[in-house]
Structure formats: C-alpha cells, structure tokens
C-alpha cells in the first residue's frame, strides 16, 4: 500500500516523526516547527523543510475546503507545549501561558484537516487541574455544545496597597472599554531591576542597597535610565498620587547613586507599591489581550483578587476529539519509554485517535509493553558503553567521527539498533572547567550535587535546593533519568571524568547513529531534551497501525527481545571487562 502521509507539528528535533518513518508505513509530507535549530535538524533527517508559525497557517478555504499541502494529510501528530497555571499567583508577573494556547491550535489543525488519525503526546501532567484554560468570549457556545461547565476561580494577582481602590476602578473601566494598558507599565528590564533593588532594600543593612546600586552594570542601566529619561518610563499615568511617587522614586535613586544613604523605609513603601501596581497592571492586561472574561476585582485586607472562570485543558481535549468523531484511548493514556526499549524512564501522556469509520479493531489499540519491572529495562551501558573510549571533541563543528576500531556491545539488541551507521554524529561535549572537573572526580556513580563535599558547592547561593539530577554520575546498570538538557544538569559520564555528549544524551532517547542534530552545542542538547523518544514514538506507531488494520513491515519487538531471549543474555555486566576486551578486537 502507499504509505500514509504524515503531518507533524510541534516537531522539534523529529522523534516523534522518527519513530513513525520507522515502521516503514508512513512519510513525513508537512512539519510545522518554529525553532530554527531544530527546524534544521528536522529537515537534515526527514528531507523535509518544517514550516514555521503554526498560529498563521490556513489549513482550508472560505468554502472549508483543504488547500495546498493538506489536501491529503492521512495522520496528524505532534505535541504542543502546555503549561500548567501553578504561576497564576501573585509572586509573578504572567498570569496565562501562550503555551496553552497552542493546544487550541493543534485542535484546530484535526479539525480542519480531518485526519484518519492523531497522535497527540504531553506531560503526563496535562490531566491535572492546574493545566486549565481561562474562559474567553468566545468559548462559551462551543463550551455549552460539549457540556462542559467551567469552574469559578478567585486569583490573587497582587498585594493590596494604598493605590489599590483607585487602581481596581481604573482597571475594571479599563477592561469594560478594552483599553490598551501597554501606555501605563514600564518595561521589564526596568521592572526586572526595581525587583531586585526591593529585595536588597529589604535587607538589614542599607550598605547592600548601596553596594548594589553602585556596581557597575547597575550604575550603567541607572544613569541612563533615571537620569535621562526617567518620568518618560511611562507614556501615560493612571494616576496623579502614583505620578508623583514615581518622580520621587527618580529622585531617591539619584540620591543613592550619589553615595548618599538615608532611612529607607518610604523609599521602600513607595517602590513595593509601585512594583505591585504594575503586577496588577500587567495582569489585566493580559486579561484583556487575551479576551478573557472578567467577573470582578475586589480589594482585600492584604491581596487584590481577580474573579474569572477556568476549565481543565485534558477533559476539553478529550471533549472536543470526541466532538470531531474519533475514538481515542480513554483509559490507559501514560506510557513509561523505558516499558519499550528506551533506556531511561521517561513517563508522557499520549492520545492515540482513529476516525471512526477507520477503526478496524474493537477499540483504539495501545501498545503493549516489552519489558515489564525495571530489572528488565534497557540500561544505560545498553546505550553509550561502547562509546566509552572513543573522545568525543569539544568543537561543535567536530562532529563526525569514523567507527574504524569501534565494535557494537554484544548481546544488545538495543546497542545493535543504535549502531545504524558507520559514523557517530555529534560525538561533542562540553569543555571542562577546573571546578567541574573536580566535582567529577569526587562522585560515583548514582551519586549527585548533594553528595559533594561542601568545599565544592560554593558557587551555588542556595545548594540545598538544587535538584537531584545536577551533577548526576550517570549508573551504567540503571536506566537513566528523564533525559531534559544533559548540558544544564552537568550529567557526568559513568565511567569518564567528563559530561555526557550530544551523541551519548541521543542515545539515551534512542536516536539512531544516523539521525544528526543541527545547532550550537546547548541548541542540540536541548532539542534531545525536548525529543519524544523514537522508539517510543515506533510503538505508538505501530499500535496506530493496528487500529487501522495495517501492519508494521518489522515490529519493534522483534528488534528488541528476539535476541534476548535466544541468547539469554543477561542486563548485569561487568563492563570494564567488556570494555577492555571491545577495545582489544
């Protein structure tokens, strides 16, 4: 049969594309992905070259009929970004994530384009209440029409100050006329640094205002900022009492620069006041951008609160695929990658929906896991051991090298998967700076941050909150961690007193030694964060395939257990032995 054409948007680096390709059944016609580095990478391995903004893109015509390149899309997949609203609070200043939105756009795309099929993958958080849509104008007859009723909510989006009772009328008329508020609020570099100066305002001591105020960086942005052009920071003010705190802010501040301390404690009211009234600005703002429904603002004791209404983004999701005539896989949507040959536990919720007059089976087919405890599971010597003595180089540009002497782990199906080419692509890691290098020196393996000796934590302010997988020495008869970016977390190789490489972090997804990452060095480590894992992706892929009563040409378990189980091999080895006898072949 002619393979399926596939539609990929979010596509990132391509796992997801990937892992389908691999089944032999589908092939990439259209990609949509913003990123430029990893748009490049896309197009190096699929041939195909990804479009960039999917908000702009018109997948039919006045009459609803498809136009250009999505006339025949067979299957659409992707994984649009989705930020749950733990930061609808008053400690920050964005109130909705655009991210969000971007659920509606991928919506949008099965609904206008009609697919056969769609794979939609996320964090497995997206079922949770905090990942939940502000009610907008426009929701309510479609929200009606899937019987969903959205939920009353009271948000906190400032602290209540002595503007506050002017501030709530002039925002409540703001919103009701939908003003443009962009003429009232400083810009955030400037609101970023008032931020800052209140917290050392706040310290003890009026010495560490001063001592910040006068480093050089601070002196620069100051004079240019107060002394030039400082009551132009606003195009427009709300009010005349906030007007003229401003300008004696201005005036406190070149006082300061000059040396000149003094009680602190107005300079202090003032600035909060001010730093909480542009919160609040800021926030209805967004409010009003993003044309959400306003029911009230109420000044209380200590908090202004917004009253909105908000609906949960899995159960909308779910709601509306229905809506559009699909069936999807209602009850077991969480999958581990590590359960289908990917060495590293990595836990993403995917949606699997087949077009009902395209179900070929009772039900949506979900894959069924190959390896079932985690004794089982692929293990990271499985994937990188026999990378161990060949160096990678620090020059991104330096990122081929030949596999001449180099032998596959044997025993592996896994290893064998991975060793599809006769070249190691982006084969580069980090350099190593002294420090580094000493804290690499003094973990083991399973060993991370908190493990080091406190001579070496001094250049984190607070090491009791850094995360467990800083610094993490990688343990070759485990499964690795969720792999995010291999670079930020300073992952240490298992064995080498060194970061992992690009090529070892994509391994640890399961990409192939073909498949090449474009980029600077932290773009590619990043990309391989973001990627679904292509083995993963092959299994979704291939239960897809089943729903549809097609077959894969070679299913991923053959791949991965025929070996194993006619060899018997066993996942604990001894790897310098091994080792030293690859090196010696």
Known sequence: MEKLKLMDLFAGAGGLSSGFEQTGKFKVKVAVEINENASKTYEMNHGVTPLKDITKLKYVNDDGEKVDEFRDIDVVIGGPPCQGFSNANRQQNSLISSNNQLVKEYLRAIEEINPRAFVMENVRTLESEKHKFFLNESDEVELYKLGIEPAEEHIKIGKSTSYSDKLRDFLLNAYTEALDLTPFMINKDLMSKLNTLLKHANKQSSKDLLHFIQKETN??????????????????????????????????????????????????????????????????????????????????????????????????????LANLGYVFNEDKYIFNAAQYGVPQERRRLILMGIRKDCLKAEAVVTPEPLFQSRDEYNKIYDAIGDLENILPEVDVKKDEISKDSHRPLIGSPLNAYLNNSDKIYNHVRTETREVALKRFQSLKEGQNFHDLDESLKTTYTDHSRTQNTIYRRLAYNEPSDTVLNARKSMWVHPAKDRAISIREAARLQSFQDSYKFFGSKDSQYQQIGNAVPPLLARAIAEAVLQSMGVNAEEKLEKILLNEVKSENTSKEVNTPEILSLQGNV
């Open 219 to 320: 002196q620069k942005f100051l004079i240019k900022t107060v002394n030039q052009h400082w009551l132009d920071q606003h195009h427009e003010y709300w009010d005349s009492l906030y007007q003229l705190d401003w300008a004696d802010l201005g005036e406190t501040l070149k006082n300061l620069m000059d040396g000149n301390a003094q009680d602190n404690s107005s300079f202090k009211e003032k600035l909060e006041n001010i730093i909480e009234a542009q919160k609040v600005i800021y926030k209805i703002s967004e409010v009003i951008d993003n044309k959400v429904k306003l029911f009230d603002i109420q000044v209380k004791q200590h908090d202004i609160e917004i009253t909105i209404k908000s609906f949960n983004v899995f159960n909308y999701i779910k709601r509306k």
